[in-house]
């Protein structure tokens, strides 16, 4: 009778994370590995799934049963062979040792104090020395701002970041381009992003220029929930002349008044040319490289003391933007030209269950912070998780508490949803009135069915869409002719392929603008701008819901996004990515003649 610990869903998931990339057999070395064995193997100690007693080795078919029968004492032990050096597996990456507080490569006197590391926290495990160019550090006037503005310190881990980031040369300017903080869950990342944006938009008068600060990431309501405290702080009597304050969905916005800088909360497809003094994204695991790297940082140099903030707790399935940050990071942490690298975390190896662990994660650490822990490890052992980007509990455990980075970026070709999850929910509705005429678009689909999408604007920046995926192109031309019989004047847009297919007697034909793969890139990245900050709306589109939840994106190597083919029906979905764009250009005027 099979052991009963082989239909456990722990095992059987580990099989599977073990098994995935098709490694080679870690006895024999030479033949794809086919199974999951336990070592020690379970016939030699007391199984205790979760607790780590064991570990799963990749093993070929013949290695496993050669395996059983030495342990059932019918053969001899196995004698391994050598390894293929074209099949090894890579070598396992070997992280640095940090320096400790107390190392002298800290002995500068900005962090005098801050080597002081209080009983209530946790030195970083893995951090950049000081910049050979830094004289000073504004991170104590962070602090002190928001001590006087907030009334409560920040949390020493807190002042360390800002102390490290801040650092400045004889010159005054700041000596980090980009900073990468990077934690566990929990610790106040919120509360030191936003006492940092506050106080760089009162810098205009140290750098002589009005000071833009972006703010970014993952989720756009997270950001802007961020951002909210302030925004109404700012709002009372004694500021009404010192701060303006919009709260509008995608134009949350908080300027002092003294110098015109701007704090800004924008969705990370909505940053390309915005020219920022600082920039700071949220959960950056999430974000493409390309976004940050081609559409922000290019912007930046203008500025005087111009800083990136990359802050991020791990995630399995990160990007390139944190990975590669990371990686360079961690193959020379002494390199002073890439970025401030600061993590907390626990070492590679390191049991989930081993307090020491959870704490070098954990930046503040108090007795109800390691209840928790022990909760949500208890929880990832039930098959639990708390994250929806990872179905996976133990890898959501692993990243979320102990700050655990991949080493390779999550794998290419397979691309990524072209929304987050609740986000095409959250703009069901319809407009409460239109401007002009609107635009229709039309696409086919490979031959076996057709699409007809509708966009219609309220003059104001919100877009309602609508459409119908058809099994015929006929179908689809009459579903225009009603459209454009309901709302004169319509601009027709065409897929390229179809463009000589439009009937003669068709409205707005001899007008017809055709698109193509260029125009779906545009439509691409506008739609999720415009869906995250609830600027697009629908009313009863299934068939449009249907193809935007199965289609995927991925990143194009001279930026922007592209639809990945996944055999998923797409020709409504790229109707509606055309008559989205051409919305955003006004119709051209007829010459006078």
Same mark, same amino acid.
């Given at each position: 009778? =099979?052991?009963?610990?082989?239909?456990?869903?722990?095992?059987?998931?580990?099989?599977?994370?073990?098994?995935?990339? &098709?490694?080679?057999?870690?006895?024999?070395?030479?033949?794809?590995?086919?199974?999951?064995?336990?070592?020690?193997?379970?016939?030699?100690?007391?199984?205790?799934?979760?607790?780590?007693?064991?570990?799963?080795?990749?093993?070929?078919?013949?290695?496993?049963?050669?395996? &059983? =029968?030495?342990?059932?004492?019918?053969?001899?032990?196995?004698?391994?062979?050598?390894?293929?050096? =074209?099949?090894?597996?890579?070598?396992?990456?070997?992280?640095?040792?940090?320096?400790? *507080?107390?190392?002298?490569?800290?002995?500068?006197?900005?962090?005098?104090?801050?080597?002081?590391?209080?009983?209530?926290?946790?030195?970083?495990?893995?951090?950049?020395?000081?910049?050979?160019?830094?004289?000073?550090?504004?991170?104590?006037?962070?602090?002190?701002?928001?001590?006087?503005?907030?009334?409560?310190?920040?949390?020493?881990?807190?002042?360390?970041?800002?102390?490290?980031?801040?650092?400045?040369?004889?010159?005054?300017?700041?000596?980090?381009?980009?900073?990468?903080?990077?934690?566990?869950?929990?610790?106040?990342?919120?509360?030191?992003?936003?006492?940092?944006?506050?106080?760089?938009?009162?810098?205009?008068?140290?750098?002589?220029?009005?000071?833009?600060?972006?703010?970014?990431?993952?989720?756009?309501?997270?950001?802007?929930?961020?951002?909210?405290?302030?925004?109404?702080? *700012?709002?009372?009597?004694?500021?009404?002349?010192?701060?303006?304050?919009?709260?509008?969905?995608?134009?949350?916005?908080?300027?002092?008044?003294?110098?015109?800088?701007?704090?800004?909360?924008?969705?990370?497809?909505?940053?390309?040319?915005?020219?920022?003094?600082?920039?700071?994204?949220?959960?950056?695991?999430?974000?493409?490289?390309?976004?940050?790297?081609?559409?922000?940082?290019?912007?930046?140099? +203008?500025?005087?003391?111009?800083?990136?903030?990359?802050?991020?707790?791990?995630?399995?399935?990160?990007?390139?933007?944190?990975?590669?940050?990371?990686?360079?990071?961690?193959?020379?942490?002494?390199?002073?030209?890439?970025?401030?690298?600061?993590?907390?975390?626990?070492?590679?190896?390191?049991?989930?269950?081993?307090?020491?662990?959870?704490?070098?994660?954990?930046?503040?650490?108090?007795?109800?912070?390691?209840?928790?822990?022990?909760?949500?490890? *208890?929880?990832?052992?039930?098959?639990?998780?708390?994250?929806?980007?990872?179905?996976?509990?133990?890898?959501?455990?692993?990243?979320?508490?102990?700050?655990?980075?991949?080493?390779?970026?999550?794998?290419?070709?397979?691309?990524?949803?072209?929304?987050?999850?609740?986000?095409?929910?959250?703009?069901?509705?319809?407009?409460?009135?239109?401007?002009?005429?609107?635009?229709?678009?039309?696409?086919?689909?490979?031959?076996?069915?057709?699409?007809?999408?509708?966009?219609?604007?309220?003059?104001? &920046?919100?877009?309602?869409?609508?459409?119908?995926?058809?099994?015929?192109?006929?179908?689809?031309?009459?579903?225009?002719?009603?459209?454009?019989?309901?709302?004169?004047?319509?601009?027709?847009?065409?897929?390229?392929?179809?463009?000589?297919?439009?009937?003669?007697?068709?409205?707005?034909?001899?007008?017809?603008?055709?698109?193509?793969?260029? +125009?779906?890139?545009?439509?691409?990245?506008?739609?999720?701008?415009?869906?995250?900050?609830?600027?697009?709306?629908?009313?009863?589109?299934?068939?449009?819901?249907?193809?935007?939840?199965?289609?995927?994106?991925?990143?194009?190597?001279?930026?922007?996004?592209?639809?990945?083919?996944?055999?998923?029906?797409?020709?409504?979905?790229?109707?509606?990515?055309?008559?989205?764009?051409?919305?955003?250009?006004?119709?051209?005027?007829?010459?006078?003649?």
């Amino acid at each position: 009778m =099979a052991n009963p610990a082989y239909a456990a869903p722990a095992y059987r998931r580990g099989r599977a994370r073990l098994l995935a990339d &098709g490694p080679m057999c870690a006895h024999c070395r030479c033949r794809v590995a086919t199974e999951a064995d336990h070592q020690p193997p379970l016939k030699l100690h007391a199984h205790l799934d979760g607790s780590g007693c064991c570990e799963l080795v990749a093993s070929c078919s013949v290695c496993a049963r050669r395996q &059983g =029968a030495i342990l059932a004492g019918r053969g001899p032990a196995p004698r391994p062979r050598p390894a293929v050096a =074209a099949a090894s597996p890579a070598p396992p990456v070997v992280e640095p040792d940090g320096w400790p *507080a107390d190392d002298p490569v800290w002995d500068v006197p900005w962090l005098d104090e801050l080597r002081q590391v209080p009983p209530d926290a946790t030195w970083p495990r893995l951090m950049t020395p000081p910049h050979p160019r830094a004289v000073g550090s504004y991170g104590a006037d962070v602090a002190a701002y928001a001590l006087e503005r907030t009334g409560r310190p920040l949390r020493w881990w807190q002042q360390l970041v800002a102390g490290r980031a801040f650092e400045h040369d004889d010159a005054g300017l700041l000596c980090w381009d980009a900073v990468d903080p990077t934690v566990a869950r929990q610790v106040g990342k919120s509360y030191l992003m936003r006492e940092a944006c506050l106080w760089r938009i009162h810098q205009g008068d140290r750098w002589d220029e009005p000071q833009l600060v972006v703010h970014t990431g993952k989720d756009l309501p997270v950001c802007v929930e961020i951002q909210r405290p302030a925004r109404r702080w *700012a709002r009372g009597d004694t500021f009404a002349d010192v701060y303006k304050v919009r709260d509008a969905n995608g134009q949350e916005t908080i300027e002092y008044l003294g110098d015109g800088s701007r704090w800004l909360v924008k969705a990370k497809e909505s940053v390309y040319g915005l020219s920022a003094s600082m920039a700071v994204v949220d959960e950056a695991w999430a974000v493409p490289a390309t976004i940050i790297e081609e559409g922000l940082v290019p912007t930046m140099v +203008e500025h005087a003391a111009a800083q990136l903030w990359l802050v991020s707790t791990a995630h399995r399935k990160a990007t390139a933007l944190m990975v590669a940050r990371r990686n360079a990071a961690v193959a020379d942490l002494a390199d002073t030209d890439a970025d401030l690298w600061i993590e907390w975390s626990a070492p590679p190896g390191i049991a989930l269950d081993d307090e020491d662990g959870w704490r070098q994660a954990s930046p503040h650490w108090t007795e109800r912070r390691r209840r928790l822990i022990g909760q949500r490890l *208890a929880a990832a052992r039930s098959g639990e998780t708390d994250d929806p980007d990872e179905p996976d509990p133990f890898e959501a455990f692993a990243a979320q508490w102990l700050n655990r980075w991949p080493t390779v970026r999550r794998r290419a070709g397979h691309g990524e949803p072209l929304l987050e999850p609740g986000v095409w929910e959250a703009c069901a509705g319809a407009l409460e009135a239109y401007a002009g005429p609107g635009v229709v678009a039309l696409e086919e689909n490979r031959g076996t069915g057709a699409a007809a999408a509708f966009v219609v604007g309220d003059g104001a &920046g919100r877009f309602e869409v609508d459409g119908r995926a058809v099994a015929t192109w006929t179908e689809a031309i009459e579903l225009v002719r009603g459209f454009v019989a309901a709302r004169p004047g319509a601009r027709l847009l065409v897929g390229a392929r179809m463009n000589n297919q439009l009937p003669a007697d068709l409205p707005g034909r001899l007008g017809a603008q055709r698109a193509g793969t260029t +125009e779906t890139g545009r439509g691409l990245v506008l739609l999720r701008a415009l869906a995250a900050e609830h600027r697009v709306v629908h009313d009863g589109t299934v068939e449009l819901d249907d193809q935007i939840a199965r289609a995927r994106v991925h990143n194009l190597a001279g930026g922007g996004l592209g639809l990945v083919n996944n055999n998923a029906r797409t020709d409504l979905l790229r109707a509606c990515l055309w008559a989205l764009d051409a919305s955003q250009v006004s119709p051209p005027t007829p010459a006078v003649r």
